[in-house]
């Protein structure tokens, strides 16, 4: 087991790269599954996401190579449609599988996803919209493990996918994602209407359209899709992780520091921008990067409502509830999109944060300061959380589950320390 032992009260001060975009990784590693050739993809962080999409991509039987930060993937010899319960359960986005392997091979069989309990997160608009395009989906229970039961979702096509207009009830994700994989080699037209319009959706058209598909809309409500007979394999790069670029500006605010944020597209920032003026920060932005410059106490954050693109972030949310703990005043947060994204707020209290959550809402009165003691990160983002309030609290913060930070941040006690803070990961 992992721990992140953190010295706090160190000013931050330097510059930080921003690794690529673990949201835009996962489904453009699955979209090389779909290709029949051989994908080139740049800036892939070292995440353990990553890894498990690259352990399922090696289970369908594509040959996958990392060196640094660029992946290989071949898949030309694969024949796989199956991946296993164990794998889905590592992560949400592994549903992601599914509308790449019916895409590829017009059959899948895979499970319900896992990852972050983050309150219900219900796949069935991915499900209707498949099943629109004539996808047959058979739900089989299994018995899993601890004698919990699982269900697997046996997919297949009895006639080549349809080309249809789709209307999503809410922009997920994930689903428009599912939908532009299965639908770039479906027959005819598809539509989506009310898509998710993250520059991840973005991100993945393009390597999709560099590959053959013909995506049009994508990072705009409707996207429309040509389907195409094959996908040829891609090079690509990633775009840069803008939930760890907010996370990184969280810490320099926090320290009342410096830091430059490098290897950024400062456009997908600007929903969190308003947040850090209303803190007081200073922000330069210029070409590829941007020098946050912190004011000795930050001031309230103000009203801060999740949204969908081009919102402020959900996974933004923990790191930057984390900083208002030490505001001057007092701020208030809505969670729009997820049920139990407060999980981080028991162990900020712990450490001296004044948090009160009713529902959706989280009040937080700013406290002067913050004492270090040890605590438990209960998901990715909320143990961000944990590590920003570790970097201003008084004296040493330990925190555990660090097995959920190193599924998003790659070498992030590194990172931390080359700009001066007292952190080290141990054993
Ligand atoms: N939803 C449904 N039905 C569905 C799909 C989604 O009700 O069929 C609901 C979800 O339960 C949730 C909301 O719609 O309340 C939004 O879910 P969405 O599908 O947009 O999210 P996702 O695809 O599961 C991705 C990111 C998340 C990020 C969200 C929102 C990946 C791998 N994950 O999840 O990232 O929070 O979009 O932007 O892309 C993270 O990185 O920490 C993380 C959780």
Request: glycine content about 10%.
């Amino acid at each position: 087991m992992q721990r992140l032992i953190i010295n706090g009260g160190k000013r931050l001060n330097g510059g930080v790269t921003v690794h690529g975009a673990k949201n835009s990784a996962l489904p453009v590693l699955a979209a090389a599954a779909v290709c029949d050739g051989i994908s080139v993809i740049h800036n892939v962080p070292m995440l353990s996401d990553v890894e498990e999409t690259i352990n399922i991509l090696r289970h369908l039987g594509c040959g996958v190579t990392r060196e640094g930060d660029t992946v290989t993937v071949d898949a030309r010899g694969a024949d796989g449609f199956e991946v296993p319960n164990r794998l889905m359960k590592e992560m949400r986005s592994s549903i992601i599988f599914m509308g790449a392997l019916v895409s590829r091979f017009g059959k899948a069989l895979v499970s319900l996803p896992g990852g972050c309990n983050l309150g219900p997160r219900p796949i069935d608009l991915h499900l209707s919209a498949l099943r629109q395009m004539g996808l047959i989906v058979e739900e089989q229970e299994e018995p899993g493990e601890e004698g919990r039961r699982d269900c697997r979702l046996d997919c297949r096509v009895e006639k080549p996918l349809e080309g249809c207009e789709i209307d999503l009830t809410l922009p997920s994700v994930g689903a428009t994602e599912n939908i532009m994989l299965a639908a770039s080699t479906a027959r005819g037209r598809t539509v989506i209407q009310n898509a998710a319009c993250e520059p991840e959706i973005s991100d993945l058209a393009d390597f999709l359209n560099r590959a053959g598909a013909k995506i049009a809309g994508a990072g705009e409500p409707t996207v429309v899709i040509n389907g195409v007979k094959s996908l040829t394999g891609a090079e690509h790069t990633v775009i840069p992780d803008r939930i760890t670029a907010s996370t990184y500006m969280a810490a320099g605010a926090v320290t009342r520091g410096r830091v430059t944020i490098k290897k950024i597209l400062p456009a997908h920032l600007r929903p969190v921008f308003p947040v850090f003026l209303r803190a007081g920060c200073e922000l330069q932005v210029r070409d590829r990067e941007l020098t946050l410059t912190a004011p000795a106490r930050i001031k309230s954050l103000g009203n801060v409502k999740t949204d969908y693109y081009p919102g402020f972030p959900t996974d933004s949310q923990p790191p930057l509830l984390a900083m208002s703990t030490l505001a001057d005043g007092r701020s208030q947060f809505v969670e729009t999109i997820f049920h139990n994204r407060y999980a981080h707020v028991d162990a900020l209290n712990d450490l001296g944060a004044n948090i009160k959550v009713t529902e959706s809402m989280a009040i937080v009165d700013g406290v002067k300061k913050l004492t270090g003691r040890e605590v438990e990160a209960a998901d990715l983002r909320g143990g961000a959380a944990l590590i920003i309030a570790g970097l201003a609290a008084e004296g040493q913060t330990v925190i555990g589950g660090m097995n959920y930070i190193l599924r998003g941040y790659d070498d992030i006690e590194k990172r931390l320390a080359e700009l001066g803070a007292d952190i080290r990961l141990e054993e």
